[in-house]
């Protein structure tokens, strides 16, 4: 059957009735059985002097649904080592002796800003909870500024060391050897450094067996990667801000900032290090773009103030050798087109690959900075509920 113009405005109704007629008599009843489940949950009722009545319900629903979450966890505030942190545990404690896994979790924000008990990351954890069946630790390290790098690192190191304590562990029943460390954006960045330096730590016996990085910060030599070139005015973290975050990370001078916004902050000294974040070598030639490799200008000292923080990889941990990534525990990283951290996450993955280190790397060619916590109404995306399907599937299979 041919549709010429005229019959275009009848086109949805068609296509719709075609549907339906490909569609078998059981498919059609289990959707008219969805909806009616659908509309049974949402609906309620409500005065009619109460506008907007159907919004309402639709809130309503949305608030039901987080006291559901709420009821497979219970959230409890504790100290380690000075340290505060949020812990969720499964409400059920399932049988006798019974260990399970955990995940620690660190939140993002330019290590300036955010918080564990933050709507996005408290719902993670608990929907963490909830499928995994798992202990969530989520640490509230103290923010920059007034408390610049290593403090952030330190804290997180020290809340982690302490809850890999035997006494520890099984206070909350978990089994050392089923333990994640995840994190996004620069809880990402935090993560991949406590992976690293657990794995240094000649008195550490508990090790991890998995880390999540969700499109982490991993390098502050090069912020002129492709990535942030073609993402340098993207909502949510445009490369000002990007950059606004690594200066206040290490200092308030706002020397500093200046100096990266021109991605001139490099020393001879962080200069020898630029081989760990030569994009041309460490991107696939698609991520390239249009855009050609200047290597960044180098003065013959850095700022006194910086000392050694600029190449310290506890801040950049894409600057360790090789031989300090053939250990690490599996990976999975998360980055996204339009971020202007794509290419660090990237590059990360290249050179895990290259260490033999076991790698899920997914890209999201529609994605951008922040759409992992976009899953709560009104700013809820589609997306964002994708990215962290995938993500506790993958901890669902490999933690």
């Given amino acids: 059957m041919l549709i010429s113009r005229a019959d275009s405005a009848s086109l949805p109704s068609y296509r719709a009735a075609v549907f339906l007629c490909k569609m078998r008599s059981k498919d059609i009843l289990l959707l008219l059985l969805a909806g009616v489940l659908t509309a049974y949950y949402v609906y309620i009722p409500i005065p009619d002097e109460i506008e907007e009545k159907w919004k309402l319900m639709i809130t ?11 009821e497979f966890s219970d959230l409890l505030e504790e100290v380690f080592d000075g340290v505060q942190v949020i812990v969720y545990e499964p409400s059920q404690q399932g049988g006798d002796g019974e260990l399970r896994r955990a995940v620690i ?34 640490v509230e390290y103290r923010l920059a500024p007034p408390h ?10 020290r809340g982690v060391k302490h809850f890999f304590q035997g006494a520890v562990l099984a206070r909350y029943r978990v089994d050392a050897r ?118 960044p200008p180098l003065a013959n000292r850095g700022p006194s103030y910086m000392g050694t923080a600029l ?11 090789d031989t300090a990534l053939r250990a690490l525990p599996k990976a999975y990283v998360l980055t996204s087109e339009y971020d202007v951290l794509r290419d660090d996450g990237v590059m990360y993955v290249t050179r895990l690959r290259q260490a033999g280190v076991d790698v899920t790397h997914q890209h999201y060619t529609s994605g951008f900075h922040g759409a992992f916590m976009f899953t709560v109404w009104p700013t809820d995306f589609q997306i964002g509920r994708r990215m962290v399907w995938n993500y506790i599937h993958w901890l669902k299979e490999n933690l």
């Fill in 60 to 70: 309503d629903c949305f608030f039901r649904s987080l006291i559901h979450l709420a």
């Fill in 105 to 138: 979790y660190l939140h993002g924000g330019g290590w300036c800003l955010g918080s564990a008990m933050m709507g996005p990351y408290d719902l993670l954890s608990r929907q963490t909870v909830q499928e995994l069946n798992a202990v969530v630790v989520s």
């Fill in 148 to 157: 610049h790098f290593p403090i952030p690192f330190l804290d997180v190191y």
């Fill in 178 to 295: 089923r333990v994640a460390v995840s994190g996004d954006s620069a809880g990402g960045n935090l993560a991949a450094a406590i992976a690293q330096q657990l794995q240094q730590d000649a008195e550490q016996s508990v090790q991890l067996k998995a880390q999540a990085l969700l499109y982490p910060v991993m390098q502050a030599l090069d912020l002129n990667t492709p990535s942030y070139q073609q993402n340098e005015h993207m909502p949510i973290l445009p490369k000002k801000l990007m950059v606004r975050f690594w200066s206040e990370y290490f200092t308030s001078d706002r020397t500093l900032l200046h100096a990266m916004l021109a991605n001139s902050h490099n020393s001879l000294q962080s200069g020898r290090m630029l081989k760990y974040v030569n994009w041309t070598v460490l991107l696939p030639e698609s991520f390239h773009g249009p855009y050609n490799y200047s290597a």
């Fill in 311 to 321: 190449t310290d990889p506890r801040a950049s941990p894409l600057l360790v050798p």
